[in-house]
């Protein structure tokens, strides 16, 4: 069984700055891509970036030069650093990891999602 735990949401004013992890546990051998979606009031759930193993990176347009992702793999979390924060990146952020594999399975991928966090950013 593998749960993903985000933590690193709150509500900080336009122009802060926020930390999003993402833990992954269980008997996780790998994970291929990482990922962080948002789903804003009356809006639909959208990504906002994405890490692969190999460290390949992408991002929402809206968030490109504001918002970083990261991963360690030894650890197995994902984390998004979110900087000049404005009001229509509140939502819910949740963590996705894709391609998991898990020890003792070979051959077979899982997708998983966390609860997700909020993230509230004021005018």
């Keep these: ?5 985000e933590s690193g949401g709150g509500l ?7 930390r999003l992890s ?6 996780i051998f790998s994970i291929r891509v990482m990922e962080w ?13 994405s890490i692969t193993t190999g460290g390949n990176t992408a991002y929402l ?3 490109k030069g504001r918002f970083a992702i990261s991963r360690d793999d030894v650890k197995n979390t994902v984390y998004l650093q979110m900087n000049s924060l404005e009001p229509d990146d509140t939502g819910v952020y ?9 020890t003792g399975w070979p051959n077979q991928e899982y997708n ?4 997700g966090t909020q993230v509230t950013v004021s005018s």
């Design 1 to 5: 069984q593998v749960q993903l735990v």
């Design 12 to 18: 900080v004013q336009t122009g802060g700055s926020l």
């Design 22 to 27: 993402c833990a992954a546990s269980g008997t």
């Design 37 to 49: 979606y948002r789903q804003g009031p009356g809006k639909q759930r959208e990504l906002v970036a």
């Design 61 to 63: 347009d809206s968030v």
């Design 94 to 102: 949740y963590c996705h990891a894709d391609g998991v594999e898990i």
């Design 112 to 115: 998983y999602w966390g609860q």
